[in-house]
């Protein structure tokens, strides 16, 4: 860890947070939703999904004129167990919460609940919507299209999102099953990250025209966009470690985020016009919940997923390995050790929020 880290208590980022999107026009009720699922990220060390991306990804898009700061959440098509919603482009953390709230609510009638979605925004970590499921004892399940950044297989042409798709299973452990990943070798958000670290990006992750690993972090995130780099599926190149099951992956998540709520998908979601301008990135989204007591005795449910994890866990390990996780696990643990320290903010992150501050005029005081 940087030694010019500064540790800042989690509920002040968030009101911090709150009062910056609110300051930029996001109403009260929406800004708080941002805010949460934007710290929960940090909380649990999905740091390339958390605060990072207060001010890149959610306020310079507000300012940019391309992302609205006000939400019209519009049902445009519903069943019992169903429904289609329409975001017009607003914030996605809380048109993504409330459609993931009426998948929950019609599995709780139902049995099973599916909301899709579509013109929505970046909607943070996906794990934030499966634990929804998770805390009333459902399965929970999401999936969202992304900027076209992962090259098909025997491809270099970004076409494809990172695409999670993302469960959320309770188990009668201290912590939930709870896998939540891209369907690439790594996601933009890290590559993020590594700038803001300013290291060098290690083999695999990224491809150039000539197909070969490219490592200059800062120059990537740029030809991310012009499509002169892109990411590999999980798997890595080609087909002998699997790379195509990755790609079939990517695939599935992009077909389910954009073909039921007819959402923009692949190159439409560039972020580019025709022109070469700026414009929204309006993606699409999927989420699903299941109750378990439609099939099962929630406690015997929850208690065979521990089982299943714990002999896992203590099942032979290779020579030199000290641990077998499962999903769900490492976010645990870093919870255990962050949640009376808070978020670290290194000199980038710093500048960013000192940043916002000034812009926006807000009051509160930084510790840095």
């Given at each position: 860890m940087d030694d010019k880290v500064t540790w800042w208590a989690f509920d002040e980022v968030e009101a911090f947070m709150r009062a910056g999107?609110?300051?930029?026009?996001?109403?009260s009720e929406?800004?708080?939703v941002c805010a949460e699922v934007l710290i929960a990220a940090d909380k649990r060390g999905v740091d390339s999904h958390g605060v990072g991306r207060f001010k890149p990804i959610y306020l310079d898009r507000i300012w940019a004129g391309t992302q609205s700061p006000r939400t019209e959440f519009e049902v445009v098509r519903e069943t019992p167990t169903t429904a289609v919603i329409d975001g017009h482009n607003g914030m996605g953390h809380?048109?993504?919460k409330r459609a993931m709230q009426m998948a929950i609510d019609k599995a709780d009638k139902c049995g099973m609940g599916m909301a899709v979605v579509r013109n929505s925004t970046h909607y943070g970590a996906a794990f934030y919507y499966p634990m929804m499921a998770v805390g009333r004892g459902m399965i929970g399940m999401t999936t969202t299209s992304a900027r076209p950044s992962i090259a098909p297989t025997w491809g270099v042409e970004p076409m494809l999102g990172t695409n999670p798709m993302t469960w959320?299973?309770?188990s009668?452990?201290?912590?939930?099953?709870?896998p939540d990943y891209a369907t690439s070798v790594t996601q933009r958000g890290k590559l993020e990250l590594y700038e803001r670290l300013g290291k060098e990006l290690p083999d695999g992750w990224v491809i150039g025209q000539d197909g070969r690993y490219r490592h200059d972090t800062k120059q990537v995130l740029v030809d991310l966009t012009k499509d002169l780099a892109a990411l590999t599926p999980l798997g890595g190149l080609g087909e002998d470690f699997g790379g195509y099951k990755g790609y079939c992956n990517t695939l599935t998540v992009e077909l389910l985020s954009s073909c039921l709520s007819q959402a923009n998908f692949m190159k439409a979601l560039i972020g580019v016009s025709p022109e070469g301008k700026p414009c929204p990135i309006e993606l699409g989204h999927s989420f699903m919940a299941i109750k378990i007591e439609s099939f099962c005795e929630l406690s015997a449910f929850k208690s065979q997923v521990g089982e299943i994890c714990r002999q896992l866990r203590a099942s032979r390990k290779a020579p030199g390995a000290e641990r077998i996780y499962?999903?769900?696990?490492?976010?645990?643990?870093?919870?255990l050790y962050r949640k009376d320290k808070g978020v670290p903010f290194n000199e980038p992150l710093k500048a960013s929020f000192k940043a916002v501050k000034a812009r926006l005029g807000l009051t509160q005081e930084l510790p840095f």
């Open positions: 999107f609110e300051a930029a026009g996001v109403p929406e800004a708080s809380y048109i993504a959320g299973m309770p009668d452990e201290a912590f939930p099953y709870l499962t999903p769900g696990e490492k976010e645990y643990e870093t919870w």
